[in-house]
């Protein structure tokens, strides 16, 4: 799994996917920060006094981000998803399924967050999903009890994704 943003719920959500068993490349602009998740396993400088899974790296080489991955996790500032992403579109694997966890509208079009991943990386709408909750970063990070949704139109999207960071406690929904 990539995760393209290197920010509190950008690294959070990495651990979270690490905690279910996969291997995790995040992706930051910084350098140092970087440098701090891959050697100390740390994000001190947005989740301090979290340690992070050793399956979880991090680079400012986003083509080496997104290299042979399953899973593109996008969170980064909604405002700027569209302008970030484009030049991305040729390197997202094209089985991948992209997650966005970010929130709000793109102010120029009114576009909900799915509709940018959509659109900026020009694959289909039942290859995206969202995660969102009544959470927050910093106790999801502490492992603590929170709610998570996990939402796509495409039903067998959703299921991977919740699958993915689950840990193995995944089970699908029935009316049974």
């Given at each position: 799994?990539?995760?393209?943003?290197?920010?509190?719920?950008?690294?959070?959500?990495?651990?979270?996917?690490?905690?279910?068993?996969?291997?995790?490349?995040?992706?930051?602009?910084?350098?140092?920060?970087?440098?701090?998740?891959?050697?100390?396993?740390?994000?001190?400088?947005?989740?301090?006094?979290?340690?992070?899974?050793?399956?979880?790296?991090?680079?400012?080489?986003?083509?080496?981000?997104?290299?042979?991955?399953?899973?593109?996790?996008?969170?980064?500032?909604?405002?700027?998803?569209?302008?970030?992403?484009?030049p991305l579109r040729d390197l997202v694997p094209p089985t991948a399924v992209a997650v966005s966890l970010m929130?709000?509208?793109?102010?120029?079009?009114?576009?909900?967050?799915?509709?940018?991943?959509?659109?900026?990386?020009?694959?289909?709408?039942s290859r995206v999903a969202v995660v969102s909750g009544p959470n927050l970063a910093g106790e999801i990070a502490?492992?603590?009890?929170?709610?998570t949704v996990v939402s796509s139109s495409d039903p067998q999207t959703a299921a991977l994704v919740a699958k993915?960071?689950?840990?193995?406690?995944?089970?699908?929904?029935?009316?049974?």
């Amino acid at each position: 799994a990539a995760v393209l943003g290197s920010g509190a719920w950008g690294t959070t959500f990495a651990q979270v996917l690490a905690d279910a068993g996969c291997t995790v490349r995040l992706w930051g602009r910084n350098a140092d920060v970087a440098h701090q998740i891959t050697t100390e396993h740390v994000n001190g400088r947005y989740l301090p006094g979290v340690e992070l899974p050793e399956s979880v790296s991090a680079t400012t080489d986003v083509v080496e981000a997104l290299d042979g991955v399953d899973l593109v996790v996008v969170a980064i500032p909604s405002q700027s998803a569209r302008a970030t992403l484009e030049p991305l579109r040729d390197l997202v694997p094209p089985t991948a399924v992209a997650v966005s966890l970010m929130k709000g509208v793109e102010l120029s079009t009114d576009r909900r967050m799915s509709e940018v991943v959509t659109e900026a990386l020009a694959i289909d709408a039942s290859r995206v999903a969202v995660v969102s909750g009544p959470n927050l970063a910093g106790e999801i990070a502490r492992r603590q009890p929170t709610a998570t949704v996990v939402s796509s139109s495409d039903p067998q999207t959703a299921a991977l994704v919740a699958k993915a960071c689950s840990s193995g406690y995944f089970r699908p929904y029935t009316n049974a």
